[in-house]
């Protein structure tokens, strides 16, 4: 979650939004999955938590659009759309950053796109989410893989994702 937090934040900053509230919806679109990780519970349950405690109705909405089966929940705003692109896609780049001796240092586009070939590899990523995510934002995926790459970076030796060398 620190990761996709990482992902909205730097989208936020490129497009000009609100830094802390995309920051806010990635840091929380999951909060509930260890409790409830079975639709439609998640992120139903999460969303029902953040009501009550009175977060904005935006915040509240992008966590539930993030979910495909909920279909009275479409992705409409810039908000929806980029938690959505960067869920998986920061999964993916960690799993991938996991296996490189300098971790997300240095790691390019085409490294992950390899990976992303690679069915076997982080097989519970599912990989359409992630090009559909990219297309959705009017992204390349190269630039948005790059993108995620970047913010992750930023927060790299917090979350121990420099790597051994």
């Not at 806010?24 to 409830?36: M, T």
């Not at 992008?62 to 929806?80: E, F, G, N, Q, T």
């Not at 999964?91 to 240092?105: L, N, S, Y």
Request: aromatic residues 8%; glycine residues 6%.
């Amino acid at each position: 979650m620190l990761c996709v937090e990482a992902a909205m934040r730097f989208y936020a900053r490129l497009r000009g939004e609100d830094e802390n509230l995309w920051a806010i919806v990635g840091l929380l679109h999951d909060f509930d999955y260890e409790r409830w990780p079975d639709p439609p519970h998640h992120p139903l349950q999460g969303a029902a938590i953040l009501a009550e405690r009175g977060y904005p109705q935006q915040v509240i909405y992008a966590i539930k659009s993030h979910a495909d089966y909920l279909d009275d929940c479409p992705r409409v705003s810039p908000l929806d759309k980029t938690l959505y692109a960067c869920d998986e896609l920061a999964g993916f780049i960690v799993a991938v950053a996991m296996v490189r001796p300098e971790g997300v240092v240095g790691m390019k586009p085409s490294s992950v796109k390899k990976k992303l070939k690679q069915k076997s590899f982080a097989a519970a990523v599912n990989r359409d989410d992630i090009t559909r995510g990219a297309a959705d934002l009017g992204v390349e995926l190269d630039e948005h893989i790059a993108n995620v790459i970047a913010a992750i970076n930023e927060i790299a030796p917090q979350i121990g994702l420099t790597g051994s060398k």
